[in-house]
């Protein structure tokens, strides 16, 4: 009986000494997830063995990356429920740790990162906090799915152990968010933020003025925001932003490594402005009841100039236009800008400039050039729609392409370069097909292959590769309402659109690339995030 025993307690001991050497091999479903980060990595090869996070995990953090630290632990601690300690690096041991470490290493450049998983630890390491940062979107793709739950979950939050190093193709990876056609809350600016920050995105361009409503409070020139923020498309309610509020977008934003990219676009689309000042109107035309744009020039002017406009609900464009011809005008983009540019502290101030069909060709070109010279005066760099390379500019300023090769080319030959937003590919507010329910389609219609397949650098003669800064994703709400409405125009296309902004061409498969994209869908259903669920998707069934 005694020898029965010893030999029980002899047998259960070497099978714990067992369990404690032979580390837990990667199941299936770690290993996939590793292998469908999005955007692709430049290089990731996993080694067949997991690293858990346990209630024993501790997060160690290089001291100028304590911000991404906390970022960290705020992102695992709801579904793991372990406390998962935060401490700024000594020399301590670090096994069982996910450390986040600066590292000097010029390959990686600003953004890249390398994350290396062992059995006994994770290791982010960056020369920046922003690589540090994406690295930490990596972490969390390559986690279960539930890791994105906001309750405590019964899980094994398993990683595969291996390497993945990374770092972007183009430093200008965006989405625009058209918040005056339709108001979106600061909560859902937030969630916008955080929605393409997952994607490792870094530019949240906002539009917002436009016919429709004025979003930003200006002090010196309050009607702006409390009148021509007074509606939107289809007549509600609108709002505004107030500076502090704004603020508070900037700073959600900067913590995300996110920079903001204000827009207030003139000389066109300015009747929120018009119908707040009298005195800005430069005229307004009847609009055509039909046909979105009209680019050819309007002649019957209905409102009369310097008078106030009604504030406009409708969704055509191209029918309002500054007065010019006055210097109280220069005075209002003075201020405004001035305003703008002391809330913002990224480099670039966006003036639209696009569709200004109702301003004569002369006075646009020297509003651009004026528009320029205000712009630098508050010590930033302007960025407008490609109609803008009509005017004098250089290599300063940047150029967002959307609808004309002839417009891009010409920035190009005066120097300057371009983000790239071609309405064809990355119009989020394209439909989807013809079934689709919310959108337009006066582009094109987009299905997820069609915005995923296609090079920056080859779709336009004469526009190479180091002539584009990058790519951003317009999404304008002339149909889209809510939060749920965004999701769905913006899901499941805007990861393969941030894809095209980090990965190399060469890299890039629309075959491989659904199969990962297919993979993500249960995160998005964690999350909450609505999608389309397109046909061309291998969606898991
Ligand atoms: C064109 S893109 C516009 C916007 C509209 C959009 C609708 C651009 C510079 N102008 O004013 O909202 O089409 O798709």
Redesign the pocket.
């Known amino acids: 009986m005694k020898k029965l025993y010893y030999f029980i307690v002899l047998l259960t001991g070497a099978f714990v000494i067992q369990s404690c050497n032979t580390p837990p091999s990667a199941s299936p479903e770690a290993i996939a997830a590793f292998e469908s980060v999005i955007p692709k990595p430049v290089s990731a090869t996993h080694t067949g063995n997991a690293f858990l996070i346990t209630d024993k995990t501790t997060v160690i953090a290089d001291p100028s990356a304590m911000e991404v630290g906390n970022y960290l632990v705020n992102l695992l601690r709801p579904a793991t429920g372990f406390n998962l300690p935060l401490s700024e690096s000594k020399d301590e041991a670090s096994s069982g740790a996910i450390v986040l470490s600066i590292i000097d290493n010029k390959s990686l450049g600003d953004e890249g990162y390398e994350l290396a998983v062992t059995t006994e630890q994770v290791t982010i390491s960056a020369n920046k906090p922003a690589g540090l940062f994406y690295g930490v979107q990596t972490l969390r793709q390559i986690l279960p799915a539930a890791i994105e739950q906001s309750a405590v979950q019964t899980a094994t939050w398993e990683i595969a152990t291996g390497t993945i190093t990374d770092h972007p193709e183009y430093t200008w990876r965006g989405s625009m968010l058209?918040v005056a056609?339709h108001f979106f809350s600061v909560a859902d600016v937030k969630r916008y933020i955080d929605l393409i920050s997952l994607y490792k995105m870094n530019v949240l361009h906002l539009h917002l003025s436009d016919d429709q409503g004025w979003r930003i409070e200006i002090k010196s020139w309050p009607n702006l925001a409390t009148h021509g923020g007074s509606t939107q498309v289809g007549g509600g309610a609108g709002g505004y932003y107030t500076q502090e509020q704004y603020a508070g977008i900037v700073a959600y934003a900067q913590a995300r490594f996110i920079t903001i990219v204000p827009e207030i676009d003139m000389p066109g689309?300015i009747n929120s402005a018009l119908a707040s000042y009298g005195e800005l109107n430069g005229g307004i035309t009847i609009v055509p009841a039909e046909g979105r744009?009209d680019l050819s020039p309007k002649t019957s002017v209905i409102d009369g100039k310097s008078k106030p406009t009604q504030l406009y609900t409708g969704t055509e464009?191209g029918f309002s236009t500054l007065q010019l011809k006055k210097e109280a005008t220069f005075k209002f983009v003075d201020d405004v800008i001035r305003e703008l540019s002391a809330l913002t502290p990224g480099p670039y101030i966006h003036i639209g400039g696009?569709?200004a069909s109702v301003t004569k060709k002369e006075e646009y070109i020297v509003f651009i050039n004026r528009f320029n010279e205000i712009v630098k005066s508050h010590g930033k760099r302007m960025i407008g729609?490609d109609e803008i390379a009509q005017g004098t500019i250089d290599s300063t300023v940047t150029v967002q392409l959307?609808h004309s090769e002839e417009f891009g080319q010409l920035a190009v030959e005066k120097g300057s370069r371009l983000v790239m937003s071609p309405?064809k590919k990355v119009?989020l507010?394209m439909q989807y097909d013809s079934a689709t329910r919310l959108g337009?389609h006066?582009a094109a219609y987009i299905e997820v292959a069609d915005s995923y397949n296609w090079d920056p650098a080859t779709l336009i003669d004469g526009v190479a590769k180091e002539n584009i800064v990058g790519i951003e994703a317009?999404l304008?709400s002339?149909t889209i309402v809510t939060m749920d409405d965004i999701e769905y125009m913006i899901f499941p296309r805007l990861p393969g659109i941030a894809e095209i902004g980090w990965t190399t061409t060469a890299n890039r498969s629309w075959e491989e690339y659904k199969v990962r994209l297919a993979k993500h869908a249960p995160r998005w259903k964690v999350m909450g995030i609505d999608y389309y669920p397109s046909t061309q998707v291998p969606w898991a069934k």
Request: charge should be negative; glycine fraction near 0%; proline fraction near 6%.
């Open positions: 058209d056609r689309h744009i464009v696009d569709e729609w959307w309405a119009y507010d337009l006066w317009p304008w002339e």
